[in-house]
């Protein structure tokens, strides 16, 4: 809501109905106690409150998004699924082709979901969790890889 302004833009954004993004706006104030949101005509700005709370909740918003990864991440491992990513160009590659058979043999109760993509979505989707590792080739990995 804070980032959109707009009840509507938020609703698109969560994937909800306008109705419900005001339903849980009403009952945060209600738990605040006071107004988050200054409504106006067409757009909607962040009370002092809402301003003094937008940092927290942000915060709060990344670590769920977070644990929601691990937890996949923890999901697929006790079941045995690696998310491998390989981009497109490196499918006939050998030397990738023998590691790929090489952690098969070794590791027998892991199967293998290999994901095509291009080097940079491949390296976001490491990031975010989607996928466990990927076979990249680019100038410089960002921080943590």
């Not at 709370?53 to 996949?72: F, K, Q, R, T, Y």
Request: proline share 5%.
């Amino acid at each position: 809501m804070a980032q959109e302004r707009s009840f509507t833009g938020a609703a698109t954004r969560l994937g909800i109905s306008q109705p419900s993004v005001s339903e849980m706006i009403k009952r945060l104030e209600s738990q605040v106690g006071q107004p988050l949101f200054k409504r106006g005509a067409r757009r909607i700005e962040l009370t002092v409150a809402g301003e003094a709370l937008l940092g927290p909740a942000l915060e709060l918003a990344m670590a769920s998004d977070h644990a929601h990864h691990i937890a996949l991440r923890l999901r697929r491992q006790a079941n045995g699924i690696l998310k491998l990513g390989a981009p497109y160009y490196t499918a006939n590659v050998a030397e990738r082709n023998r590691l790929i058979g090489q952690f098969v043999s070794e590791h027998q109760r892991f199967s293998l979901d290999i994901l095509h993509d291009w080097n940079q979505n491949l390296v976001s989707k490491v990031q975010t969790g989607e996928i466990d590792m990927a076979f990249v080739q680019m100038p410089h990995l960002p921080p943590g890889l």
